[in-house]
């Protein structure tokens, strides 16, 4: 009787991490798709941030960029632009 129940006890126990396994690559699935769909709707925006010194500037560049936006695949590419570059409307 000890075996039978050892043997169920490990059957059990391998039901649950199977169905672990699983779980994880159904939420593994689930954020690829996530990710494509919000890659599938993308567009590309720009904003230009002035900044009162040289210190501020460096700071957000070193915390930002490369950061990805709210898990959606988006990530942030900031850049210099020089003070003698304008915009249309500006």
């Known amino acids: 009787m000890w075996r039978e129940k050892r043997s169920s006890s490990s059957?059990?126990?391998r039901s649950t991490e199977s169905s672990d396994q699983?779980?994880?690559a159904t939420l593994e699935l689930d954020e690829k798709k996530l990710r494509k769909r919000e890659f599938?709707?993308?567009k590309y925006f720009f904003a230009i941030i002035d900044t009162d010194s040289v210190a501020s500037a460096s700071a957000i560049y070193k915390n930002l960029d490369g950061q990805e936006v709210e898990r959606t695949g988006n990530v942030l590419d900031l850049r210099f632009v020089p003070d003698d570059i304008s915009?249309?409307?500006s």
């Open 40 to 42: 599938g709707k993308l």
């Open 22 to 24: 699983d779980e994880e």
């Open 87 to 89: 915009f249309e409307g």
């Open 11 to 13: 059957r059990s126990k």
